[in-house]
Structures are given as C-alpha cells and as structure tokens.
C-alpha cells in the first residue's frame, strides 16, 4: 500500500525506533526519502530479503510509517509528494490537505490514546507513561519530551517490530536450521500481538472513525488504508487466538460505580464509550438550529443542552445524541465483525454505549441534565 520507510521524520515528535545495536548497518536512523527507492530495490533483488513475505511485511511498515507522518504532523511537499505515490492517497495530496491538518488533528480528532482511555479524557494523561513503559519492556525507544499515546508514535512502534520481524527472517533465511533468528521472528511477532490487541486497537477504530468523520480528504483516506491493515495484521496475528480485554489503565475504576451525568457519558470516551468532537457538536446545532458556543467540548456541548432547554428542543437534541450513540455502536460493531476473534476488546467499550443508550432514552422532561461549570478553554474538554 505504502512504501516502505526505515525511519519517521516528523516534528515536533521524536521518533520511535529500534535501538542502535539492532538497527541493520545499512539502515541508519537518519534516512529520509530515499529509502523508499531503497527498499523497492531490496525486495526486487535475488537475496533472500527478496521474497513475497518481506515484500508484505514491509508493505505493512510502509503503511504504518506513513500514516504515522501524516497523523503527527502538517505535511510538507516532501510527505506531499511521498503520499501521492500510493495510488489510495494520490488524488488527495494536495497543499488543501496541510491547510486542514489542524481542523483535523488539533481541533477535533485528538490522537492520543489518553484522551479516549483515561478517565478523565485527558490529553497526556495516565496511559500516556503507562505506554512509554510497555514500549521500552518491547525494546523500543521514545525520545524524552514525546508523548508515548500518540497515534504516531505506536504506529511506528508497530512499523519497527513489523521490520524487525522481516530482517530476523533475512537472517534465519541465510543461516543453518535452527538460528536464534528464528527465535527472533517469534518474539517480533509476539510483541507486535501485545502492542497490537491491548494497546492499539482498544482505542484506535475511534480515533479513525474521528479523523473520516471531520475529512474529506487525504486523512480520510489514510485512516482508510491504515484501518484496513491494522485489520488484515491483527486477522493474521491473533485470528483464533483468545482475545482478552486491554490491561487494566486508567479507564477502569471505581469511577465505574459512580452515577454519570449524561454529559459525562457524552464528553469523556472511556465512560460513555464514544468520542464527540467539535465538529460532530457543530453539526448537531446546525441541524437542529441551536446556538453554538466555541470552547472544550464539555462546555460546547452544555451549551447545546441548555439552548435546547430555552427553544423546547431538549427531546429533539436527545434524540439526535442517540441516534450518534447507535451509529457508533454500529461501526465499533464492524470492526467486531472484521475481527470475531477479538470482540471481547470492544465489549466494555459496547456495554457503555449502552448505558450512554440508556441514559438518553431515560424520560428525564428535560433533556440531558446539565452540571454547569465556568467555561472551560480551547482543549479537550
């Protein structure tokens, strides 16, 4: 889908990569666009890197590097250009797809796994140290500074091992019958099914559905590509494996036990199950005539509540909210379907749809019940 590349380059994140002493001499960190070339050079070769396996697996980096790129930061021309090679993204890379970066990214699809696990719905929040730990237990290095739930970040970290795994099999491939390369490959593999099944895709069909929701365009487009193989590589990793829950974070609690508000359920992802940005709010307003205030999306969303309450919309914007909340059940319900091996990581996320279900349709005379509170800054919430 994507070519392939040994090393992101984004900014201002720092870069996820394997450590030096397990880096192939001939791929420094540094690289930039020319290991594209590079690397098509290497699958075309007679070596034993040459094989349609290798060709796959780094397929499958390419994707994850450059959805990477494109997710951390506005695309120059260079990234441009590289996007316009992969035949999905070629109609869209163009210089309107870097104006729309922070509409997307900044303003709306937050990418940043604590926002839709943690509690609170922070950015940077628990899981954000939480993953910087599991990424270092798999080998991997994160800069000082960079935020470790990035989408970037575990994208690339995902791309590493995948070519880990590929260099590992070139070198079992060239040696004797039962190599510690073998053993290699195996426990590539293995890291990629943790970073994968408990990490990644817990949280990321949200935080795409988010990114398709608010573009048109190249990042859509990517979110595409990158959905499509995260559910090909998980199909081929953990397809009949006992999926499992995520590993207990932030997002599971006592909290659980405390009565929600319905705008806590809305505003917060690991309590209602769904993420509503900005844009999904103004869209609502839009269609029903209310007016919008601009600020976190708690506030904005209070601010619907209590406009709706002074026109007598209340059971109107209720009954919009729900039928939000059933269509997302229904696209976190596709991924279950694309990958039944692994549904049980999505129950808890479908169970507090549920409730958030519930909570709507309960008469309540007044639509969603409001908890007022000093308007809140451009942010998160």
């Not at 943690?118 to 290095?141: K, N, P, Q, S």
């Not at 000082?144 to 099999?169: F, S």
């Not at 940005?277 to 601009?294: I, M, T, V, Y």
């Amino acid at each position: 889908m994507a070519p392939a590349r040994a090393a992101a380059r984004w900014a201002p994140m720092a870069e996820v990569h394997r450590p030096t002493s397990d880096r192939p001499a001939d791929r420094p960190a540094d690289q930039t666009s020319n290991q594209a070339s590079e690397q098509t050079s290497e699958q075309t070769s007679g070596r034993p890197a040459g094989t349609s396996e290798r060709s796959a697996l780094l397929e499958r980096a390419g994707t994850y590097r450059l959805a990477a790129e494109l997710f951390a930061r506005e695309p120059d021309a260079e990234l441009l250009a590289l996007a316009s090679t992969v035949p999905a993204l070629a109609a869209h890379a163009t210089p309107r797809a870097a104006a729309r970066y922070t509409h997307v990214f900044v303003l709306n699809a937050y990418p940043f796994a604590s926002v839709y696990l943690d509690a609170d719905g922070g950015i940077e929040g628990e899981h954000a140290g939480f993953t910087r730990g599991v990424l270092e237990a798999l080998g991997l290095r994160v800069e000082p500074g960079t935020a470790a739930d990035h989408i970037a970040v575990q994208l690339d970290a995902l791309a590493a091992l995948v070519e880990r795994e590929a260099d590992a099999n070139d070198a079992a491939d060239a040696a004797d019958a039962g190599d510690p390369a073998g053993r290699a490959a195996a426990r590539a593999r293995h890291a990629q099914r943790a970073l994968l099944g408990e990490h990644l895709l817990p949280w990321a069909p949200l935080f795409l559905d988010a990114v398709a929701r608010v573009d048109e365009g190249l990042f859509r487009a990517m979110a595409g590509s990158t959905r499509d193989t995260l559910v090909a590589h998980a199909a081929a990793l953990l397809g009949g494996a006992s999926a499992r829950p995520p590993s207990p974070g932030p997002a599971d609690g006592p909290h659980e036990s405390v009565p929600l508000s319905t705008v806590d359920r809305l505003s917060v992802p690991a309590r209602g199950g769904l993420f509503l940005c900005r844009a999904d709010l103004a869209r609502l307003g839009g269609a029903l005539g209310l007016p919008l205030r601009f600020g976190g999306r708690r506030f904005m969303l209070e601010g619907l509540a209590q406009a709706a309450v002074q026109q007598g919309a209340s059971e109107a914007l209720t009954g919009a909210l729900a039928d939000v909340v059933r269509e997302r059940r229904r696209r976190l319900e596709g991924w279950a379907h694309d990958l039944p091996d692994l549904a049980p990581l999505w129950q808890p996320r479908l169970e507090r749809l549920d409730a958030t279900l519930a909570a709507l349709d309960a008469p309540t005379g007044a639509g969603p019940e409001l908890a007022p509170q000093a308007p809140s800054p451009v942010g998160v919430h």
